[in-house]
C-alpha cells in the first residue's frame, strides 16, 4: 500500500502493540457511525470502535502481525469491535472504545474464548447492565487486499463480512446476571464522550 511520509513516520513511532493503544487512547471517541480507513484516522485523529480496530489491524500489520478483527455482540448496547493479536502462542487485543473497560488487553491470554472473557463483567451499559452476548471467529483483513488501509470510501463492507462470521455464545440461558457497581460504573464512563454513549432501554 501507498502509505505517505506522515504516517509512515507515525506507524514507524508505534513499536509494540501497547504503542498503538495509547496511539488511540490520545484521540476523541466519534461520536459519529462511521467506517473510516486506518488513513483517515490518523489524518483526522479521531476513531469510532469499528474505526480504531481497523487502524490497530493497520498498525499491528505494520509490524508484522496479522490483521485481525474480532467482533463482540452485545444486548441492549453497541456491538464491539476489537483488533487482535498472537505473542507466544497468546492472545491479546487493541481497541478504541467510549468506555475505558474494553480496551486494551495483554498477550497473556490462551485461547480467543479466554480473551473475550475478560472483557464480560467489564462490558455494560450506561444502567450497568452487562450486555456481551456473543463473539466472532477472527476476521484477516488480508481478504480485502491493501485498499482498507487508504480508502477514501467507507468500509461497512469489512463491518458486514465481521458480523457474517460465526459467533459463539458467551452466556447461557436463563442465567441471572448482575449489575455493575456505582464505582465500575463510574470508572467505566470516566473522560466518555457523551454524544456517543449507546442509549439503552429500561427495563427488557
Not at 57 to 64: D, N, P, R, V
Not at 96 to 120: D, Q
Request: proline share 4%; hydrophobic share 40%.
Amino acid at each position: 500500500m501507498q502509505w505517505s511520509a506522515e504516517e509512515l513516520k507515525i506507524l514507524e513511532s508505534l513499536e509494540e502493540p501497547y504503542d498503538v493503544q495509547k496511539f488511540l487512547d490520545k484521540m476523541p471517541y466519534d461520536e459519529n457511525d462511521e467506517a473510516g480507513s486506518p488513513r483517515r484516522v490518523m489524518r483526522e485523529r479521531k476513531a469510532m470502535c469499528f474505526e480504531g480496530a481497523l487502524f490497530a489491524a493497520a498498525a499491528l500489520e505494520f509490524m508484522g502481525y496479522e490483521p485481525l478483527l474480532v467482533d463482540m455482540r452485545a444486548f441492549n448496547d453497541d456491538d464491539h469491535v476489537i483488533a487482535v493479536y498472537r505473542s507466544s502462542g497468546l492472545v491479546g487485543a487493541v481497541a478504541k472504545s467510549n468506555f475505558t473497560t474494553l480496551r486494551f488487553r495483554e498477550p497473556v491470554y490462551r485461547s480467543m474464548r479466554e480473551l473475550i472473557m475478560s472483557y464480560f463483567d467489564f462490558y455494560f451499559n450506561t444502567l450497568g447492565e452487562k450486555t456481551l452476548r456473543s463473539y466472532s471467529l477472527p476476521l484477516n483483513l488480508k481478504i480485502f487486499g491493501d485498499e482498507w488501509h487508504t480508502s477514501e470510501e467507507s468500509l461497512d463492507y469489512i463491518g458486514e463480512a465481521l458480523d457474517a462470521r460465526r459467533h459463539f455464545p458467551v452466556v447461557g440461558e436463563g442465567i441471572k446476571l448482575h449489575p455493575a457497581g456505582d464505582a465500575l460504573l463510574r470508572a467505566g464512563l470516566l473522560g466518555a464522550n457523551q454524544k456517543g454513549l449507546y442509549r439503552p432501554e429500561k427495563n427488557l
